[in-house]
């Protein structure tokens, strides 16, 4: 099959079929099923002091500007994966998911504390903690 350069937006209503060879700049709506080889990169938030850790973006950011500051994190989508990570340190910071298994909050208080959760359809579980502590 010959190679296609697309430069405008493309869709198809019956999906790709075969293997995709390149890199793929923009956004994909919808499944992608099979292997991936080569890099993914997270879009971020960044966040500094209290607020909304937002369900939009991969990545979040976190730069603490005082003690025990409050984060919400609103419900997800099934199987949407967020990365909270404390970048700078000003203070502490306290994360409450609306929904969440097995844990009420988790407490950043260093660089390089960080959290990684998957949505489920019960709400939060925690994948992962690096140095971050949850309650």
Do not use: E, R
């Not at 790709?16 to 390149?22: K, L, N, P, Q, S």
């Not at 990169?41 to 990545?59: C, E, P, R, Y």
Request: zero cysteines; glycine letters at 14%; charged letters at 5%.
């Amino acid at each position: 099959m010959a190679s296609t350069t697309f430069s405008v937006p493309v869709t198809s209503t019956n999906g790709f079929i075969g293997a995709v060879t390149g890199n793929i700049t923009g956004n994909i709506t919808g499944n992608v099923t099979g292997n991936i080889t080569g890099d993914v990169f997270a879009t971020n938030q960044a966040l500094s002091g209290a607020g909304a850790v937002n369900i939009t973006d991969m990545l979040t950011s976190l730069t603490t500007t005082g003690a025990s500051q409050a984060l919400t994190l609103a419900n997800g989508t099934v199987g949407q994966i967020k990365i909270i990570s404390h970048i700078v340190d000003g203070g502490s910071a306290v994360l409450t998911p609306t929904t969440k298994i097995g844990f009420t909050t988790i407490t950043f208080t260093a660089v390089g504390d960080s959290a990684m959760l998957i949505y489920t359809a019960q709400g939060w579980d925690i994948v992962a903690l690096n140095g971050a502590v949850a309650a």
